[in-house]
């Protein structure tokens, strides 16, 4: 068995097809990825098999961290101005109603932006006000 049909028994042991891995990993080309797998890469092979090892194993992959200054808040308030901005309506009475909807979804975006960071925020400063106590 060569290197390219082990690293292809890998792939499909974790994904019900090699389609499902690069769909998975948007990262890694899927034409690289097949061409790799079948072992007619013409390229650095080695190179790109460590890239997709690493995808297997998730090493590489690291959390974003929002960029200093960039709150919930201001993702919100942020999203409000471009909603503003492209209203068409003409009646104004539901603006409040849209704004309450508005602050929801910049809050959820940002947390789901930014989970690892918002999570590792809450560990720290659920340490720091224990250790006030």
């Known amino acids: ?17 090699i389609y499902a891995f690069c769909r998975a990993h948007p990262e890694l080309k899927r034409a690289t990825v097949y061409l790799v797998l079948s072992g007619r890469y013409p390229g650095k092979w080695s190179f790109q098999a460590a890239r ?23 993702v919100a308030e942020t999203l409000q101005k471009i909603r503003c901005k492209h209203c068409r309506r003409l009646d104004r009475r539901e603006c409040m109603a849209c704004r309450d909807q508005t602050e929801r979804e910049g809050k959820e ?25």
Do not use: N
Request: charged share 30%.
């Open 1 to 17: 068995m060569s290197e390219a049909d082990t690293l292809r028994a890998q792939v499909l042991e974790r994904y019900t097809s």
């Open 52 to 74: 997709i090892r690493a995808a297997l194993t998730g090493a590489g992959e690291k959390p974003e961290a929002p960029a200093p200054g960039v709150t919930r808040e201001a």
């Open 109 to 133: 975006l940002f947390s789901r932006l930014f989970a690892a960071a918002v999570a590792a925020k809450e560990a720290t400063d659920g340490d720091s006000i224990a250790q006030e106590k």
